[in-house]
């Protein structure tokens, strides 16, 4: 896997469910970082872009390729912040690193919501 990492002109983070008690004794949930407090740059690319019908609803979907350096520990059930382009949030289909682990590919799809419920990956 050849890399050029003067592609890698991006800020991304990666994000992960949290799940914490409130003050009544329940859990809530919400997205917290898991780049370390920092944005990580990487290569994202626009795939392709189709249409689907959902529940009656006309929905867009835009596929997007991510190749970043490798990070441990990344998996479906996480998101990603894309900080350029007005901090969009992609959904992690696929996560698949090089042989060497010098670099980390994930194939992402984009969604307009901020439910958590509805951004769990799989």
């Known amino acids: 896997m050849t890399i050029n ?56 979907v835009v596929s997007h390729t991510i190749t970043a350096r490798y990070i441990s520990g990344i998996n479906s059930a996480m998101r990603v912040r894309w900080n350029n382009n007005g901090h969009l949030i992609l959904r992690i289909v696929s996560v698949t690193a090089d042989y060497t682990k010098r670099f980390i590919t994930l194939k992402c799809s984009e969604y307009e919501t901020d439910n958590v419920e509805n951004q769990k990956g799989g």
């Open 5 to 60: 990492i003067g592609r890698m002109r991006d800020r991304i983070s990666i994000e992960a469910i949290e799940t914490s008690q409130d003050a009544s004794g329940g859990f809530t949930k919400s997205w917290g970082d898991k780049s370390g407090g920092t944005n990580v740059w990487a290569d994202v690319r626009e795939d392709s872009g189709s249409e689907l019908v959902i529940g009656d609803k006309l929905e867009s």
